[in-house]
């Protein structure tokens, strides 16, 4: 049966990071300030690491530029992109909390359609907090949700849920379209407030936007490598749907959780729709043997923690995508950089991404 | 994406009634109805006489109708209470089925507006559904939405949808423990959204708010899954549960989709779930069964249409579900003897009505 009580939600202010990739300035915090000042700022300063960010006063924060990923990551920074929002997960790999919030300097808070300003972060972590359902989907979205549950016919024993590792929000007025879209319809502005969270299933792939995103960082973090973007690849705007993809192959592995839905943040700047096609070009090409390849990827019983089954993933992304460009075995040289760097830099959690009874398919 | 013009006389709503007087039913319904030709199946366990209203373009069938179309006696021992309504579904020419439980009325959108229930259900069923990927921004067919970033454009033309599964404000269709342990519980939450339910995955489909594809789907929808105690209340009964999980198996063998979500009906109060708990206990024990079960039936490349699919599944219910209860064995029969039926009714003349 799914919870009743309507308990307020944990800040969770020593747990959670909040992780934001910028080039340009912070101001965007000044709106969030009432949200966001408890919580720590990881800031990761793409581009010019000479230009200075100025965060506003106040923000307890610790920021880096590429001269620090260097310093911090030696020759494997490599697989830490430059020149694009995908060096965001460095934020990731160097937090010591539990929980990460990833948002994008061109978001804002969101009203509900009671003009009340929305609490995204709230909202995840309520999200975060409470089970997922990816085994059987409830035709009232969230059962955990104060005022809903589960409906007639949805068995019993699968009402436990299982443990939520990410959680996707949504965004208002300029919604995620890809370039070819947005030039179709460069007006189209999303005005539909949606009030519902729910699990995607599991078996089922999705888009995962890195704009308003959080996750629980001990279950899933090492699965949340943004790829190789930007600045000397040839693909960009692809960081956050490949870590998705990577994600919720893993998610299903382990029996995790995935939400998607509230909270809704408002998303202001549309970017160039021309410099977005060039970015994504390949990757309108690519996603079409990208998605076979996730749909059909399966872990061996061996997989039990994020990482083995990231390196699993790792040598099917060499052996199949390989064929399709070289791009995919430098991107799988990557993925194990990636981890490589992660378990140095999280020595101290030892065994704590294993799961308790060991994941099995 | 376009608007989407309702073609009236391809639409047949088709009404159970389990409770006489339908006057304030149908006149709630009356703004959403009157366009339409309705279909009312009287269950054939009701006593009185039907109320209704004038003002309509309906047919109205009763015991006897049934009967002397149904002849083997199983099936019309299984046409009585929700299930009078797949009679309806038999004897329907139309290609879109919308069907209502007789306590609901119309709901009100977040802006006070009536939902326009058919309408709504015929543009989830007439736009194209997304199964194989699933889109963030909820029905990309929607105005004001479409794919997402991301979304790969080989799957963007989506498949035919063939069935729609509205909700339900106020009373919304929980099971009886659900209800009981919540009595002051009502669902207030109108979620503006259509989804489409991924392909292989399974939901409980309630036969509250539904609309379909009779064309595609049509013997797919089939009464066959009485409980030994089903009584007269949604919660006293699993058969649309069941019927609604053999629906999602055939749709996604034949690559047809499943949309849920808009429209929404409000459901009136009614019953005492603490009462019910008795009755529906078997229902809720034999999920535990059903959902594996279904969750990895396969259908061979040879069931290419609704009524093969009905046909492979029943034969897998008898095999793997039968010896676990006798309610399986007879539910297996119960579709086997539903598609017979259907071919039957389909190769005569239409039935002569009421």
Known sequence: ?361 | MAQVSIKDNEVDVVIGVLHADMTSFMEEWRPVFSRFHLIIIKDPDLKDELRIPEGFNLHVYTKSDIERVVRPSSASLLLSGYSCRYFGYLVSQKKYIISIDDDCIPARDSDGNLVDVVTQHVTNLTTPATPFFFNTLYDPYRKGADFVRGYPFSLRSGVTCALSCGLWLNLADYDAPTQALKPGQRNSRYVDAVLTVPAKVMMPVSGINIGFDREMVGPALLPALRLAREGNLRWETVEDIWCGMCLKVVCDHLRLGVKSGLPYVWRKERGDAIESLQKEWEGVKLMEEVVPFFQSVRLSRAAVTAEDCVVEIAEAVKQRLGPLDPVFARAAQAMVDWVKLWKVVRTQSPPSVA
């Not at chain 1, 790829?227 to 919720?248: H, N």
């Not at chain 1, 809704?264 to 970015?279: E, G, R, T």
Request: hydrophobic share 40%.
């Open chain 1, 1 to 361: 049966m799914a919870e009743t009580s309507v308990s307020p939600t944990p800040l969770l202010k020593d747990e959670l990071d909040i992780v934001i990739p910028t080039i340009r300035n912070l101001d965007f915090l000044e709106m969030w300030r009432p949200f966001f000042q408890p919580y720590h700022l990881i800031i990761v300063q793409d581009g010019d690491p000479s230009k200075v960010i100025k965060v506003p006063e106040g923000f307890d924060y610790e920021l880096y530029n590429r001269n620090d990923i260097n310093r911090i990551l030696g020759p494997k920074a490599s697989c830490i992109s430059f020149k694009d929002s995908a060096c965001r997960c460095f934020g990731y790999m160097v937090s010591k909390k539990k929980y990460i919030f990833t948002i994008d300097d061109d978001c804002f808070v969101a009203k509900d359609p009671s003009g009340k300003e929305i609490n995204a972060l709230e909202q995840h972590i309520k999200n975060l907090l409470t089970p997922s359902t990816p085994f059987f989907f409830n035709t009232l979205y969230d059962p955990y949700r104060e005022g809903a549950d589960f409906v007639r016919g949805y068995p019993f024993s699968l009402r436990e849920g299982v443990p939520t590792a990410v959680s996707h929000g949504l965004w208002l007025n300029i919604p995620d379209y890809d370039a070819p879209t947005q030039l179709v319809k460069p007006r189209e502005r999303n005005t539909r407030f949606v009030d519902a969270v729910l699990t995607i299933p599991k078996g089922t792939l999705f888009p995962m936007c890195g704009m308003n995103l959080a996750f629980n960082r001990e279950l899933i973090g090492p699965a949340m490598y943004f790829g190789l973007m930007g600045d000397g690849q040839p693909i960009g705007r692809y960081d956050d749907m490949w870590a998705g993809w990577c994600m919720k192959v893993i998610c299903d592995h382990l029996e995790l959780g995935v939400k998607t839905g509230l909270p809704y943040i408002w998303h202001s700047k549309a970017s160039n729709p021309f410099v977005n096609l060039k970015k994504e070009y390949k990757g309108i090409y690519w996603q079409e043997e990208l998605i076979p390849f996730f749909q059909a990827a399966t872990l061996t019983e061996e997989c039990t923690t994020v990482q083995k089954c990231y390196i699993e993933l790792s040598k099917q992304v060499r052996a199949k995508l390989g064929k399709v460009d070289d791009y995919f075995i430098k991107l799988a040289d990557a993925m194990l950089t990636w981890i490589e760097a992660w378990d140095e830099l999280n020595q101290a959690e030892g065994d704590s991404t294993e799961l308790p009874n060991g994941a099995k398919k």
